[in-house]
């Protein structure tokens, strides 16, 4: 399904010729391989978690076959992930929960309460950044239509919720772990060292592996010798290396060593050789 959608921002026209990108972002999730710990285990539905990639969320009820819904067998964890192929630099995630169609606040906010979204470089979410969580205390809460800001650098996406019998949970949370995800979009910057909405602006040089923050561009980190939000300046006199925590050895009358390496560039103070 494509349409044509004019949209004006800052006095910019920006033409967009399908579903898979807000403000110039691309969705990065969509039909990207995506999997699940507790699927469906029957043939009678089509509740595969590729469901929840396939841009397609219509119909937002179990009947319909378009959402992502895990095995209902009071399990306390449940976790779908996507992979995006590769490590790209994501803004925000928006989230499509199972409503079965009626106006929110729906029964299934029970379920999707107290969720978590992590970002990672593994499967695993335990290598990777907590993007968000909450313990939600009111009925009817969160809403089923979710955008989180997640402005980091990652390969995998992986929703994630649990209810542990040692933990006391507000009253009105499911009794077991659900993941009924209609769609998730993950929108951000595939192509490598570039940030901004339109994806067109690059990251400053001394970027460590190029990467900066997609809204800022401010480095996530300085190559060796270089500091500050966007690297631009090079260490204190006297310091040098990576994050410029090194200190500089006895140079000669005292001057700075090289910024990048150490090395006394006007050589050695009396009495000592060497690089």
Known sequence: ????????????VLVCFSLTCVDGFENLALRRPAWEQHPWPYTD???????AVDGDYSDRSA???????????NYTEATWGVDLGEVVSISHIDIFYRTDNEKGP???TSRFAGFSLYVSNTTSKDDGHL?????????????????????FHARYVIYYNERRPEVVYPSYYSQFAHSELCE????????SGYFGIDCNLRCPANCQEKRCNITTGYCLGCLPGYKDQSCKHICDKMT?????????S????????????GTCTHGCADGLYGD
């Open 184 to 191: 998730i979009e993950v929108y951000g910057c595939r192509k």
């Open 45 to 51: 539905k089509d509740y595969g978690s590729q469901n």
């Open 131 to 151: 993007c968000f969580h909450e313990i939600q205390n009111a009925v009817g809460t969160p809403s089923e239509d979710q955008r989180i800001q997640c402005p």
């Open 63 to 73: 009947a319909g076959g378009q959402c992502s819904i895990s095995a209902d067998n």
């Open 1 to 12: 399904m494509t349409w044509l959608a004019l949209l004006i921002k800052s006095g910019i």
């Open 250 to 261: 006895e140079c000669r009358n005292g001057t700075s060593c090289h910024h990048v390496n």
């Open 106 to 108: 729906t029964a299934f």
């Open 240 to 248: 040098y290396g990576l994050e410029c925590a090194l200190k500089c």
